[in-house]
Every structure is written in structure tokens, then in C-alpha cells.
RNA sequence: GGAGAAAUGGCAGAGCGGUUUAAUGCGGCGGUCUUGAAAACCGUUGUACUGAAAGGUACCGGGGGUUCGAAUCCCUCUUUCUCCGCCA
């Protein structure tokens, strides 16, 4: 949720940064009408405030006058209060009124764009952040897209996990279930290396949990839920680990923050189904190890760029080609200031495939999770960053894909240690 | 799932209808003393909103109610503890 205070304090800021997420003139309003529900909230408060204050130097007097027996004059004066009250009613709901519409506007607004994201409408304007300058790899004739591998060397069966489940839910076994396990350990271990704290959280979190990370109610379709309970399935490891540092006053050597999670990963991904979404493409779940941060906001971006590296340093390792794409203004997730898509080349499907997505949220998430830091006797919010470390689907599908011979799958030395063999066969 | 008890500031813990602007202790921070530290002593010590400021308002697990007045009484939900049941 945008930071009011930022708003109000700079207007202009607000608006540019909205242009460049392609708001109209028209949609651009919503801050006037966010201007206006402020001052009325203000104005119930301080009116409030002030019955309130009166009312309550008036019971205490009450208290005095039945304490020197003058009940008559106590009687007086209850009537003065009970109009009071009748008054104070009126003024609180007016001004819950005007707080709940102030915040339904606050969360319809998406955050505002860091001043390096580029303009643009959808993904063929992202800004290639960083290229693959080597050669691409190329595969001997004949060679298969993940799914047929899969099916060649029994490493996952999504036909199984319908029967199992339904769509979308891959059953890995074998050599593929070790591989699996050999990446999250990879990750996990590598994440240690860098400072980040493990952490093993639910994967089942309540609407407090699901609305303080901004899940709620912007993508309430796309998570799982148990009615029964009133809880939701996680859709990554964010929504947990981030959630730790929710109400949570933070002394500021403590900052960065680091932690790291490896959590199955649930979406519905409601309505999208084809080619394009075969195999290991989009599953309902899947692994991921996610790194998240708590930062001071004069260095989160330099934390960023630290996480930019981090996760190029595992690409690089599992010997995977991949760029780095920095998102326009209109592919940009709603909460994010800045983003960084990592995709991997696909060698079998000839196209890249998403598997990271790094990002720096400022304010925008901590002023709904209020993590906060003390400066000096100010308050202030913390700003929150987060990013995958790695996706585990896709990159088992580039894996398989970019690493087939005819003698079978290659697993890159990183991993060797982890699956205690080299080839797949 | 059943029965009982409880939930108060960073922690411990008093208060159980009217100067509570929540006692006291511990911890934290600042200071005095000291070569330094400890001890002792003095001061200070939450969050949010509001206001130019002084100040005001709200918050004693969450929500609702009774009352002129609620941490205190009532209802409800949640959580924790004890016992029973079930169980990886």
C-alpha cells in the first residue's frame, strides 16, 4: 500500500511515476479523490478528539459530585454527556468512513516506479539488462523439449499427478525427484553462503499474513484456500518469511535482514492452458527457494544489486545461458519499485523462460506489514526486496532440455556433489 | 474433539467500576561516582493518529455490549496452559 505521507508530500512524483505505469488523465483522479477522503478523515478525527476529551473531563466530575453526595448536580451533567455521546457516534462513523474509503483507494494504487524503470505498455519493452554475449547452445538433431525427456528417462509424470491430483501437479520420481532434491539443496546452501538465514515456515498462512504482503486482495484468485479454516496456501515463500518482520520494530544495526526459505509454491493460475504452458512451463506447484530482505532505505538498492548478483552466480554455475531483463513501467508487478527478470534459455523450445524475479518494493509492502526501524525518534519504514533463488520447474526444464546428448542428460558439476552422479540415462 | 484455567508495557508482575496521565521489579538508554568496569544513586524508557506548538485522542489478546465513567462487569472469537481423547 502507497505511503500516504509520500503522496501528499510529493504530488508530482506520484503522477509521473503512475504515467509511466500508463495511467490515463482520467485514472490519474484517484489521488484528488485520496487527497480528499485524508481531510475528511482528519477533520472527523480532530472534531472527535475533541468530544471525546470533554466527555471524559465531564465523567470525572460526575465522579467527584456522587463522591460529595451532590447527585442532583451529577444528574445535570449525565444528560450533557449523554448528548455528547449521541454527537461522538455520528463522528466516529464518519470517520470510519472516510478511513476505510481512504485505504480502499490507497490499494488500488500500484507503487511508484523507481526512476530507472523504463516507460512502456507490456513485455517487448523491458529493457534488456544484461544480454548472454556467448553463443547459444545447440542441440544435436533430434533433440526433445523437457516433456518428451521427462517421459524417456521417467524423471516426472504430469499424466500421474492428474490422476493423483489434476493439472499441473507433477509427480517427479526416480532420478528426477533426486534432481529436485539436489537443487533445493544447492540453492539453500548457496543462499547460507551469502548470509541469509534459513528459514522453514507454513505453507499455510492467514488473510493477516496474505494481505500485510500484498497477496491480498490484489491476487486472492490466484492462491489456494482452505475455507474450512480460513487459510490460504502459500504461493511462494515471501508471504511467510516476509510476514516474521510484520509489527516488527527493527534496531537498525540489525539491517540488511537476509533470509531464505525453500517453500513449495501453490498457484491456481486460473484459465491458462496450451502450448506455451506444456511440461514444467506453469504448474500449479513447484519448488522455490526465495530470498527476502529487510533493508535501511538508503541501501536497499545496493542490496538489490547484491541479490542481482547472487542469483547470476547460480545461473552461472548450473553453466545455464540466461539475461536479465530490467520491466517496464507496464510488466512490473503492482507492488514492486523496480524489477529484474532472470530468464533462462530454453534450447528445445527455442525461447526464454522466466525463472527469477528480483525486486526492491521500498515502502509499499512495509507499510502494510509495518516493519519499521527507529531514526533517531522517528519511526520510519523499512524498505523490503525479494527475489527467487531460484524457481525450481523451469530450471529443471532448461536443465534437461540444454544439457541432452545422445548418451543423456548431463547434469553440470555444481550438482554432482548433491545427486552422486553425473548423467542422466 | 471434551473439561477447566488464563491472556496487562521488552520481560516478570500488581490493579478487578471513578486522580491509572497502568504500581513495583528486571532489562534498555542517559548521567553522577570511578583510571576503567561493577555496585550504588539520579533521571529516562511503548505504538498510532491528530495538532504549527502546547497539547489532545485511541490502544491492557481481537470484536461487540452494559455504564455518566471499563484494564476491571457481560457476550463472542482467537490464542496459551493443565487434564482427557485422537494421532505422524
Known sequence: MLELGLLKSNKERTIQGLKKRNYSDEALLVIDRILAEDEARRNAQVELDNN???????????????????????????????????????????????SE??????????????????????????EVYKAWDKPLPVLAPGAQPHWELAKKYNIFDLDLGVKLTGAGFPVFRGKGARLERSLINFFLDEASRAGY?????????????ARATGQLPDKEGQMYYVERDDLYLIPTAEVPVTNIYRDVIVDE???????????????????????????????????????????????????????????????????????????????????????FDFEVWSAAQER????????????????????????????????????????LARIVAALLENNQTPEGIRIPKVLQAYTGWDIID
Request: include cysteine.
Open 52 to 98: 471525546l476529551a470533554e466527555s471524559k473531563r465531564l465523567a470525572g466530575e460526575i465522579g467527584g459530585l456522587l463522591k460529595a453526595g451532590k447527585a442532583s448536580e451529577a444528574e445535570a451533567i449525565k444528560a450533557t454527556v449523554a448528548n455528547l455521546k449521541e454527537q461522538a457516534k455520528d463522528l466516529e462513523n464518519a470517520m470510519k468512513v472516510a
Open 101 to 126: 474509503r481512504l485505504e480502499e483507494l490507497l490499494l488500488s494504487v500500484p507503487n511508484i516506479p523507481h526512476h530507472s524503470v523504463p516507460a512502456g505498455k507490456s513485455a517487448e519493452d523491458n
Open 197 to 209: 538465514e534459513e528459514i522453514a515456515p507454513p505453507l499455510m498462512v492467514n488473510k493477516e499474513s
Open 253 to 339: 544495526k540489525d539491517f540488511p535482514i537476509k533470509m531464505t526459505g525453500y517453500t513449495q509454491c501453490f498457484r491456481r493460475e486460473a484459465g491458462s492452458y496450451g502450448a506455451h504452458v506444456r511440461g514444467l512451463n506453469r504448474v500449479h506447484q513447484f519448488d522455490k527457494v526465495e530470498i527476502v530482505q529487510i533493508a535501511h532505505p538508503d541501501s536497499s538498492y545496493e542490496q538489490l544489486e547484491g541479490m542481482i548478483a547472487h542469483v547470476s552466480g547460480l545461473m552461472d554455475k548450473l553453466e545455464l545461458p540466461y539475461r536479465i531483463l530490467r520491466l517496464c513501467g507496464g510488466d512490473m508487478g503492482f507492488t514492486s519499485a523496480l524489477t
Open 352 to 391: 526464454w523462460l522466466e525463472v527469477s524475479s528480483v525486486s526492491n518494493f521500498e515502502t509499499y509492502q512495509s507499510n502494510r506489514l509495518k516493519v519499521r526501524f527507529k531514526d533517531g525518534n522517528k519511526t520510519r519504514l523499512a524498505h523490503t526486496l525479494n527475489g527467487s533463488a531460484l524457481a
